[in-house]
């Protein structure tokens, strides 16, 4: 059984910039969540796609943005960066819109310039 | 609204003592799930359990139970015989309507050999 994988690891921006980061969904899973986490805090749901859909978006504003593919893979896009935007970002897989338990990726670590 | 609050922001024992993190919540709802995490410094988030809250009965696996009291609110977890491999941030969290996780702050347990 694949886990969930997430690429870059690590990754700098500059300030204004564009970032995409990817998520390879753990097999059999169709839902991919992702979260923001500033140091020393908990997860924040930014956003979840079920069968290539938005399904639930939190509170984040419109230049974050996502996709779902028919391999249930996901990616993150963030426009305009600002350095608040520096953090650890989550991707999570699940099986259907329900309380079934996350399971999460390493993480991308982003550091906004 | 669903809230989580985990009131303990630190917590350092040395190894073999048992320790327990609390886990308060708030929910209107009348069924509900709660979640443990934990994130080691690697970063990854692990399911560590699932409890539905019409099963009042402690868990247990291993050195990890569970205690759950739905008259207080509370869905505390202990330790037995700590071990320096449980260092890590561990995390409470509560579903809201939508089914995304409601997360507490995190409590950082440290283990001293």
């Known amino acids: 059984e694949t886990g969930v994988t997430q690429s870059p690891t690590h990754l700098i921006k500059t300030r204004g910039q564009q970032v995409t980061l990817r998520c390879s969904s753990q097999?059999?899973?169709?839902?991919v969540s992702w979260y923001q986490q500033a140091l020393g805090q908990g997860p924040q749901f930014i956003f979840q796609?079920?069968?290539?859909?938005?399904?639930g978006r939190g509170n984040f504003p419109p230049r974050f943005s996502g996709l779902q593919f028919p391999n249930y893979s996901s990616e993150l896009n963030v426009n305009a960066l600002e350095l608040d935007d520096s953090a650890l970002y989550l991707c999570?897989?699940?099986?259907?819109?329900?309380?079934?338990?996350?399971?999460f990726g390493n993480g991308t670590r982003l550091t906004v310039t | 609204a669903q809230k989580v609050t985990q009131a303990q922001t630190e917590i350092s024992v040395v190894e073999k003592e048992d320790v327990t993190l609390d886990c308060v919540y708030e929910?209107?709802?009348?069924?509900?799930?709660l979640f443990w995490y934990k994130q080691p410094p690697s970063g990854e988030l692990v399911f560590l359990i699932r409890?539905?809250?019409?099963d009042e009965q402690n868990e247990i696996s291993g050195r990890y139970s569970w205690n759950f009291q739905k008259s207080t609110s509370s869905f505390n977890f202990t330790i037995t015989a700590s071990q320096v491999v449980d260092s890590a941030v561990y995390f409470c969290?509560?579903?809201?309507?939508?089914?995304?996780?409601?997360w507490g702050a995190g409590t950082k347990l440290i283990i001293k050999p």
């Open positions: 929910t209107r709802d009348t069924t509900y799930y």
């Open positions: 097999s059999g899973h169709n839902t």
């Open positions: 969290a509560l579903p809201d309507s939508n089914y995304q996780l409601i």
């Open positions: 796609y079920y069968r290539e859909e938005e399904n």
């Open positions: 999570a897989s699940s099986v259907g819109r329900s309380n079934s338990p996350l399971h």
């Open positions: 409890r539905n809250s019409f």
